[in-house]
């Protein structure tokens, strides 16, 4: 193997590190684990993801340029770069495909995005804390970045009393403190500003108590005619859903945690069902109905 095809090689073999310990991660906020264990083995894994390229390089460091091929040295290292050469390229061929399958295009006819500078509009950055603000400022950061998408799907079989409904979807707002409650005013008035329908939420709101005040002085101030529905994530879990549940409903939301429910849109029957597994139960169950 050429010196060339080597550091491309490499390159390829970063990439597929990078990839490989970002998906154990997000693999293991995705469990239901307490928040104590989920955050030592979140340190700990980063800790690995850190460490394992700066023994490789050591350990290749001793090396010549002539007999540097890092990819057959007959090691753990060697092994270990193989496997992620494999995930590097593999992620980079099958990727573009798996996201051409992810939306039927008979359906998605439109698709735009407007990107909105969050504390441009605030005139201050809502950052607290020395690590939010630290990580915030990094270059190419896009934490205080709101992404307004707008899909117009084309539905078979819709009933014509929904032609034209529109719904605002939030997801993972990840209340912690780290990013202050006026970000989240702002993006409520933003949410309202686009008049939608119904508006759905669905999970990973608030991890910190200290947050939960927050919730009614923000979500619940979203408007929608037809409602404004949620359901929890995994994160919700890290303090008390129940009570987050209770304060959210205090707020005028509809809970659909594990159940379904029969409502009147525009005339047309609909009927609206949320699932929180594996994290909580129950699963909602159609015999509800």
Same mark, same amino acid.
């Given at each position: 193997m050429t010196l060339a095809l080597v550091w491309i090689a490499l390159a390829l073999a970063a990439l597929g590190h990078g990839f490989l310990w970002t998906g154990i991660?997000?693999?293991?906020?995705?469990?239901?684990? !307490?928040?104590?264990?989920?955050?030592?083995?979140?340190?700990?894994?980063?800790?690995?993801?850190?460490?394992?390229?700066a023994v490789i390089?050591?350990?290749?460091?001793? $090396?010549?340029a002539a007999a540097f091929d890092p990819f057959s040295a007959g090691d753990w290292s060697a092994a270990y770069l193989r496997v992620c050469l494999i995930i590097g390229a593999g992620s980079l061929a099958v990727k573009p495909?798996?996201?051409?399958?992810?939306y039927d295009q008979s359906v998605l006819k439109q698709w735009t995005v407007d990107r909105r500078d969050v504390a441009k509009a605030l005139g201050r950055k809502p950052l607290h804390g020395r690590m939010a603000k630290?990580?915030?400022?990094?270059?190419?950061?896009?934490?205080?970045?709101?992404?307004?998408? $707008?899909? !117009?799907?084309?539905?078979?079989?819709?009933?014509?009393?929904?032609?034209?409904?529109?719904?605002?979807?939030?997801?993972?707002l990840h209340m912690t403190g780290a990013i202050g409650r006026d970000y989240f005013d702002y993006l409520v008035r933003q949410v309202n500003d686009l008049r939608p329908d119904a508006i759905a939420i669905t999970g990973d709101i608030i991890e910190r108590d200290v947050c939960r005040p927050w919730l009614e002085a923000s979500l619940g101030q979203l408007c929608a005619?037809?409602?404004?529905y949620f359901v929890l994530g995994n994160h919700d879990a890290f303090i008390d859903a129940n009570q987050t549940r209770a304060t959210l409903i205090e707020a005028?939301?509809?809970?659909?945690?594990? $159940?379904?429910? $029969?409502?009147?849109?525009?005339?047309?029957?609909?009927?609206?069902?949320?699932?929180?597994?594996?994290?909580?139960?129950?699963?909602?169950?159609?015999?509800?109905?």
């Open positions: 991660v997000n693999r293991l906020h995705g469990t239901g684990w !307490r928040r104590w264990l989920v955050t030592l083995l979140t340190k700990l894994l980063v800790a690995a993801f850190l460490a394992l390229p390089a050591w350990r290749l460091w001793s $090396r010549t495909w798996i996201e051409s399958l992810r630290l990580i915030g400022n990094l270059p190419g950061n896009e934490v205080l970045t709101l992404s307004v998408d $707008r899909k !117009r799907l084309a539905i078979p079989r819709l009933p014509a009393e929904l032609e034209g409904l529109s719904i605002a979807h939030i997801s993972d005619p037809l409602g404004v005028g939301l509809c809970c659909l945690s594990g $159940r379904w429910l $029969r409502a009147d849109w525009n005339g047309a029957a609909v009927t609206l069902g949320g699932n929180e597994l594996p994290w909580m139960r129950p699963a909602a169950s159609l015999a509800e109905l």
